[in-house]
Each structure stands twice: as structure tokens, then as C-alpha cells.
């Protein structure tokens, strides 16, 4: 039986990669073959190699996607109530559950991810996901996030929190991945979290928005901790969507 590798190309066509390949080796190592010649062969068989390894990516993905898990919501952030009372705490997937449901499963299909950090515009922390296939295609995903300054943190405690912040948003985002816990029902009175009040405040700032105008015409409340999480997405498309219009 032939090991040569055979790949999805066009909806039930299969090429032969590894057979082509041999084909312009075969040719590029031809004494007659001039010297343009050989390098348009060599370009051909680069291109060749950049879309297998596209298209094996894609083809691992859809391996990937159906076996991801919700995410059990193990983190806790206590929030202070009115008057000095306590406020309802807040749950949230740690980066570390994420991490730990989800890469045994990319890794049986060749995927891996890693993280860099860079200055964004306006001084922002960009963090940067990219996740690599065996193949070797890969892509990327970035966000840019303020220093998270809340609760009396250092500067070196600011970034770390940010760049933890990003990592969490990335992955989830990249991979489309839900928590276990959050709750849809339309009549739900519970309040947004920590990470969508950061999210909603990054967007603030990205699209130069007035707050005060904002919660009292799209969000209907005085602060953003007070937005329910019912009408959390209703903000965010407002926000993306006065984000499209100026660029």
C-alpha cells in the first residue's frame, strides 16, 4: 500500500501531494533545466507545500471543534456591595481549567499555542495568540488591553493581570469555547462580570465613546458593573458596530 499522503482539496477531489513533489524534484535536479525555469518549479512546489499545510490545518480544525468541552467556571472575583456590604461574587473560567480541558484534544490533531506580548496603539498591552499546526500553518489573534490598575496593583502586577486577562479572551475567542454555569435566561438579573466590565471599558476607549452618554441611552444604568448580563451583547454589538463605522 503507497504511505503517500493524501489531502483534501476541492469537495470529493483528492491530490497526491507527496507524488507531485516527487515529480519537481525530479525535474529540478534535471542538468537541462535552465535556471529560470527551475526557479518558477521551485516557487510552484513552495506554493504547493504552503496550501497542503493551509488545507491540513483546516482539516484538523473541523477534527478539533465538535470534541471541545464547556469550560467549568472555577475562578471567583468578590465584588463590594452598597453601604460596605458585601456584593454577589462573580465565576469565571480560570486560564488554567481552559488550558487544561482543551489541550489534549488540540494536541491529538497537531495544534499548539503560544503567547507574546507587544505595545499597542495608545500604549495598550497587545497580547497575541498564535496557534500552530504540525503542518505548519498557523494563525494568529491579538487583542489590545489597558493596565488593569484595579485593587491597588504595581505596575508588574498590572501587566501580568492584563496579559492573564488577554490570554483568557484569546483562547476562548479563538477556539469559540463556553463556559459551563452561564446562564441565557432572558429574566436573569445577574450583573456582568470583571472580564466583560474590562471588555465593555476597552471598547470605550477604542471607539472614544462618551460612558455617562453610553449607560444612559444604549445601557440604561449608571455604572457598567450594574449592566445585566442579559443585555451585555446588546453593548458589545452596539460598541463593535460604532468601531466598523470609523474605520
Same mark, same amino acid.
Not at 529540478?28 to 533545466?33: I, L, Q, S, Y
Given at each position: 500500500m503507497s504511505n503517500e499522503k493524501l489531502v483534501p482539496h476541492e469537495p470529493g477531489e483528492i491530490v497526491q501531494t507527496s507524488s507531485v513533489l516527487q515529480v519537481l524534484a525530479r525535474v529540478? %535536479?534535471?542538468?537541462?533545466?535552465n535556471v529560470e525555469k527551475l526557479e518558477r518549479i521551485l516557487a510552484m512546489q513552495e506554493r504547493l507545500l504552503v496550501e497542503q499545510a493551509r488545507r491540513s490545518f483546516f482539516a484538523s480544525m473541523g477534527l478539533v471543534t465538535p470534541n471541545l468541552p464547556e469550560i467549568t467556571q472555577r475562578g471567583v472575583v468578590a465584588f463590594d456591595g452598597k453601604d460596605g456590604k458585601k456584593g454577589q461574587d462573580r465565576k469565571f473560567a480560570r486560564l488554567e481549567d481552559i488550558d487544561r480541558a482543551i489541550r489534549p484534544i488540540i494536541a491529538a490533531e497537531g495544534f499548539s499555542q503560544s503567547f507574546n506580548t507587544a505595545v499597542g496603539d495608545g500604549g495598550k498591552i497587545r497580547v497575541i495568540l498564535r496557534v500552530s499546526h504540525r503542518d505548519g500553518h498557523f494563525? %494568529?489573534?491579538q487583542i489590545d488591553l489597558p493596565h488593569d490598575s484595579s485593587g491597588?496593583?504595581?505596575?508588574?502586577q498590572a501587566v501580568a493581570s492584563t496579559v492573564a486577562y488577554g490570554r483568557r479572551i484569546l483562547t476562548k475567542m479563538y477556539w469559540n469555547l463556553m463556559e459551563a454555569g452561564e446562564d441565557t435566561d432572558g429574566n436573569d438579573p445577574t450583573t456582568i462580570d470583571e472580564e466583560q466590565v474590562r471588555e465593555l471599558n476597552t471598547l470605550l476607549a477604542d471607539t472614544k465613546s462618551d460612558v455617562s452618554k453610553f449607560l444612559k441611552l444604549v445601557a440604561g444604568v449608571g455604572k457598567l458593573e450594574e449592566i445585566l448580563r442579559k443585555d451585555y451583547q446588546r453593548c458589545i454589538d452596539n460598541l463593535e458596530a460604532k468601531k466598523n463605522l470609523a474605520k
Open positions: 529540478a %535536479t534535471d542538468p537541462n533545466v494563525e %494568529t489573534l491597588s496593583k504595581n505596575g508588574a
